[in-house]
């Protein structure tokens, strides 16, 4: 049997993709240079201070979005001008965090905040300050391993 070299390079980028999947997925897993400090997050000059301004009243739900049954949402507070994301219809192991980006999601910081469900069906992250930022909210369901993210705001 000849394999034709066309069909060996597509066995390749199916083998580099799934690799790079699974790299990702491990590292998720594992928490590896995924968290940082809530003045890391703040990402302003006032640092912290800018994290504990955040507060989570007058909250509204400015992005939607599903992974599987798990349903995914970009809260955002008008008063201080916050955002922090939250799941819900999840089961414990699942997980949620904030994506933040300062050129509208080219490129971004993040998983921040990430926070699994421990019980019950549902999480958020902490708040963190949305100004001169877009942020988007992300997920992913323990049982299949799937991710998915709002749209940015």
Same mark, same amino acid.
């Given at each position: 049997?000849?394999?034709?070299?066309?069909?060996?390079?597509?066995?390749?980028?199916?083998?580099?993709?799934?690799?790079? %999947?699974?790299? +990702?997925?491990? +590292?998720?897993? +594992?928490?590896?240079?995924?968290?940082?400090?809530?003045?890391?997050?703040?990402?302003?000059?006032?640092?912290? +201070?800018?994290?504990?301004?955040?507060?989570?009243?007058?909250? %509204?739900?400015?992005?939607?979005?599903?992974?599987?049954?798990? @349903?995914?949402?970009?809260?955002?507070?008008?008063?201080? @001008?916050?955002?922090?994301? @939250?799941?819900?219809?999840?089961?414990?192991?699942?997980?949620?965090?904030?994506?933040?980006?300062?050129?509208?999601?080219?490129?971004?910081?993040?998983?921040?905040?990430?926070? *699994? %469900?421990?019980?019950?069906?549902?999480?958020?992250?902490?708040?963190?300050?949305?100004?001169?930022?877009?942020?988007?909210?992300?997920?992913?369901?323990?049982? *299949?391993?799937?991710?998915?993210?709002?749209?940015?705001?």
């Amino acid at each position: 049997m000849r394999i034709s070299s066309r069909s060996h390079q597509g066995d390749h980028v199916r083998f580099t993709k799934r690799a790079v %999947v699974l790299t +990702a997925g491990v +590292a998720l897993l +594992a928490g590896i240079g995924l968290t940082g400090t809530a003045a890391q997050a703040a990402g302003t000059a006032t640092g912290g +201070a800018a994290a504990a301004a955040c507060s989570t009243s007058s909250a %509204v739900t400015k992005r939607t979005g599903s992974v599987d049954s798990i @349903r995914i949402e970009l809260r955002y507070s008008t008063s201080s @001008r916050c955002a922090w994301g @939250r799941i819900y219809s999840a089961d414990p192991g699942d997980k949620v965090w904030v994506d933040r980006s300062s050129n509208g999601g080219g490129t971004w910081t993040g998983p921040m905040g990430m926070t *699994t %469900v421990q019980s019950g069906s549902d999480t958020y992250t902490p708040a963190y300050d949305d100004a001169g930022y877009v942020m988007r909210a992300c997920a992913w369901n323990d049982t *299949t391993g799937t991710t998915r993210c709002t749209g940015w705001y």
